[in-house]
């Protein structure tokens, strides 16, 4: 079973298109994050959502909007995509407990903007 | 920001050598540590972690070291083996709060 799976895998679209990236995660954990990843291998942190309500909003544009139906998802919606829209983005969930913070991932989303 | 016109360093080493990762950090105030490995077309994967009251761990072939004095942590791979060419990323976060600041990276080629 994967514990992290985002859909879809591969994501190529035209710039000022609208699309969305899909997050589950079977951990049972509490707190779900988006990060993107640049081509220099970047890795830097968008939203984070703690049982559905958002906690770290990282100056990302309002064309990015994160949403948390309920804690075991956290999808990605992006509107009028542009070019340097284009990365890796990575969904993961953790269980933050006595200052531990270990992060599980999915597998990443290459989106490509045209 | 982002890191634009940085390159992604580079450490090449033989199969069967020792590889050291380095990693400077920069919050005096970050107390939890972690060390993620991230293969290609994957997303990172958790190697070790290192709290701040601790100045060395190691796991299975890995060694992770702390220096606070100097903001510095490192990862040591014992017998480097081809399946450890990854990108290695080293992480830093303050207790109890779910923002966990990620380094540059480091690439490592292991040479057979």
């Known amino acids: 079973d994967t514990a992290v799976s985002q859909t879809p895998k591969y994501l190529v679209t035209q710039m000022g298109n609208d699309k969305s990236i899909k997050c589950e995660q079977n951990l049972g954990h509490d707190t779900m994050y988006w990060y993107k990843q640049d081509s220099k291998k970047f890795l830097k942190i968008m939203f984070s959502?703690?049982?559905?309500?958002?906690?770290i909003n990282e100056t990302v544009p309002n064309r990015f909007s994160p949403k948390s139906p309920d804690k075991a998802h956290l999808n990605l919606h992006i509107n009028s995509l542009e070019l340097g829209d284009s990365a890796v983005y990575f969904c993961?969930?953790?269980?933050?407990?006595?200052?531990?913070?270990?992060?599980?991932f999915g597998p990443g989303t290459r989106l490509t903007v045209l | 920001g982002e890191s634009v016109g940085l390159h992604l360093p580079t450490l090449s080493v033989q199969e069967g050598d020792n590889s050291i990762i380095n990693c400077a950090y920069s919050?005096?105030?970050?107390?939890?540590f972690i060390w993620y490995k991230q293969e290609s077309g994957k997303g990172p994967q958790f190697i070790i972690d290192?709290?701040?009251?601790?100045d060395k761990r190691q796991g299975q072939r890995v060694t992770v070291l702390l220096n606070k004095t100097v903001k510095h942590l490192s990862l040591q791979i014992a017998a480097t083996q081809p399946g450890d060419s990854a990108v290695y990323f080293c992480a830093e976060n303050i207790g109890g709060y779910q923002k966990v600041t990620f380094g540059t990276g480091t690439k490592l080629q292991v040479i057979p």
């Open positions: 993961a969930s953790s269980q933050v407990r006595n200052s531990y913070n270990e992060q599980f």
């Open positions: 959502y703690n049982n559905k309500e958002l906690i």
């Open positions: 290192i709290r701040s009251n601790m």
């Open positions: 919050n005096s105030a970050s107390d939890y």
